[in-house]
């Protein structure tokens, strides 16, 4: 993690995809720095696409979607890291002028995938932590460590005492 705000990391939870680096390697570091805005913009960009599926937009209508379109993606490389900014910057169609009505359903759609498919990296990522602690505490548990509960008072040896 980044910083305290840094919630995920893709790139563990991709590690099938990624090559296999020798230990000690220091691998990109994939994360995210504003998760809530990140889920805002989806959201967005969703809501944007299936309107626009609905309706016959006309040249100013897809004037402004191309405008959203792209500060939407200036926001989105905000809260990425350099490797996930780039990904993005890949696979992002330039729009230089104003967009046909499937141009900019395509580049749409093909952001709200992106997105989703990150998403399901992080929760890939997050089942995967989850995983390998609980065959860490498994584990033991198996050799008979302490459980680690909170500490107590101690416990006095012997019977009751004297004034009882």
């Not at 992002?92 to 998403?119: C, H, N, Y």
Request: glycine share 10%; hydrophobic share 35%.
């Amino acid at each position: 993690m980044e910083t305290e705000k840094t919630t995920g990391q893709a790139s563990e939870g991709d590690a099938l995809s990624q090559p296999q680096r020798p230990q000690g390697t220091p691998g990109p570091q994939e994360a995210i720095t504003e998760p809530a805005k990140l889920l805002r913009i989806a959201t967005m960009v969703r809501e944007l696409l299936e309107e626009t599926r609905q309706a016959t937009i006309d040249e100013p209508g897809r004037a402004r979607l191309r405008e959203i379109y792209l500060r939407s993606f200036d926001e989105l490389r905000e809260v990425l890291s350099p490797d996930l900014q780039q990904e993005l910057a890949e696979l992002v169609p330039p729009m230089d002028a104003v967009p046909t009505e499937s141009e900019i359903r395509v580049a749409q759609a093909q952001l709200v995938g992106w997105l989703e498919g990150l998403f399901h990296g992080i929760q890939a990522a997050l089942f995967s932590q989850q995983a390998a602690a609980r065959a860490q505490f498994e584990e033991l548990r198996r050799r008979g460590l302490p459980g680690g509960g909170p500490p107590g008072p101690p416990q006095p040896q012997g019977g009751p005492g004297a004034y009882l």
